[in-house]
């Protein structure tokens, strides 16, 4: 059928023109629309940032708070969306939740969005960014056998989420800057990655012109693999294994340089990182930060570091150019905001929420043909069909 070669997981294929985000792993630079990722971590807020990703330029003070208001203003979720959640044990996997629900949100919501007209595009994405931390905080409390209930619109949009995830059922909420701050740098810092696994799915799933709340359930299920955003999962989970362990670090980076061990050292890493990911070089410091201005010791964090520095020097690491990615700290800090650990990938999709959103109104707009890669066949040539007796 003429296609004679194939690139097993797109290492060399473009996909798309995009003018979301540039990155060049060989030298570690990120930036979104042009910006440095270093300098929106440091002056912009998260909402200020979606808004930048998914229509172009930073939004004058006014535009932001009419962006902020229009949120505020859809972000309730229909109660049968409670029976759904109710549904589920509450052992099920949040990331499994959060897909179904962001599914279910089109049955409530169902009228279709017309790409062409700015003001359907524009209702359609303020009505996810509202609802989707209800769904995450709704997800958590269900797991942790409190009300469902609201935050409150007069906090901005990371304070208001924590306080949706943690505020007592007697309404009680401390909001803390300090935590408000390190939230929002970090969903900042995953906003947008350009074609990773779970974006390139939410635009080959709405390549088929499937609406953008189902697009976005199917990346849900990309992120949620451990190669890709379940890593800040398994990395936590791999350093509490190491701590239990005894804390020989040593013997765990045999473990992951041994090819016939199935382990990888979690958190390290990256498809197109050649170098370090500048992500992660901010995360370090603000784990650092956020731990100390918060007055927590976590001893996974040292063992982290000790892990770190040990693979930097180790001639297996260095020579395959495998260094931290954004998920090997990240995990302490949302520990020590109190974040469980099941938590840390929706955690994660909430930041990546403004890419996919982003990436999905390009792709469309662009007008791109529908997503159908091509294969070269290896099976049976053609074979006369065996009656089942016969077989
Ligand atoms: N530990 C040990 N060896 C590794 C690791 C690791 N974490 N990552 C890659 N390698 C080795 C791999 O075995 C291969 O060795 P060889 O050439 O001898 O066969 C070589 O390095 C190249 O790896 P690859 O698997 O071909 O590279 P890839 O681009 O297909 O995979 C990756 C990239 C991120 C999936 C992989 O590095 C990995 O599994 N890392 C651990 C999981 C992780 O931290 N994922 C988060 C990625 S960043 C955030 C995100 O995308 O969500």
């Given at each position: 059928n003429g296609i004679t070669t194939i690139d097993p997981g797109y290492?060399?294929?473009?996909?798309c023109e995009s003018a979301i985000t540039f990155l060049n792993g060989e030298e570690g630079v990120l930036r979104y629309r042009g910006y440095a990722i270093e300098e929106l971590a440091e002056k912009a807020d998260f909402l200020e940032v979606a808004y930048l990703l998914i229509f172009g330029e930073l939004p004058s003070k006014d535009r932001l708070a009419k962006f902020h208001s229009d949120i505020k203003a859809q972000s309730h979720v229909d109660e049968d969306v409670k029976k759904i959640l109710d549904g589920f044990p509450k052992s099920a996997h949040p990331m499994g939740v959060l897909s179904s629900l962001t599914s279910a949100l089109v049955a409530f919501n169902p009228t279709s969005v017309n790409v062409d007209n700015d003001e359907d595009m524009y209702k359609a994405i303020v009505k996810i960014l509202a609802k989707f931390p209800v769904l995450i905080a709704w997800t958590y409390r269900k797991r942790a056998g409190l009300p469902l209930d609201y935050g409150d619109d007069s906090l901005g949009y990371v304070d208001n989420f924590l306080k949706m995830m943690f505020k007592k059922p007697n309404g009680e909420y401390a909001s803390d800057k300090k935590v408000v701050d390190a939230l929002d740098k970090l969903l900042i810092l995953h906003a947008d990655h350009e074609q990773n696994c779970s974006t390139s799915t939410v635009r080959i799933v709405g390549s088929s012109h499937a609406g953008l709340f189902a697009s976005l359930s199917a990346g849900i299920n990309a992120l949620w693999g451990p190669l890709h955003g379940g890593a800040n999962q398994a990395v936590i989970e791999m350093l509490e294994a190491i701590k239990e362990d005894g804390g020989d670090t040593h013997k765990f980076m045999n473990k992951a340089k041994d090819k016939e061990d199935p382990f990888r050292l979690m958190g390290f890493g990256h498809?197109?990182?050649?170098?370090?990911d500048p992500r992660a070089k901010i995360i370090k410091k603000s784990a650092d930060d956020v731990l100390d201005s918060l007055g927590i010791e976590d001893p996974v964090l040292d063992i982290a570091k000790g892990l770190e520095k040990e693979a930097l020097e180790d001639s297996y690491f260095v020579d395959r150019k495998l260094y931290p990615n954004v998920d090997f700290y990240s995990g302490i800090i949302y520990r020590a905001l109190g974040i469980p650990t099941e938590m840390f990938t929706p955690m994660f999709a909430l930041g990546r929420l403004p890419g996919w959103i982003a990436q999905w109104r390009e792709m469309r707009l662009r007008k791109e043909p529908i997503g159908r890669p091509r294969q070269v066949y290896i099976g049976e040539t053609l074979r006369s069909f065996t009656p089942i007796e016969k077989r």
């Open positions: 290492k060399n294929t473009g996909s498809r197109v990182y050649k170098n370090f």
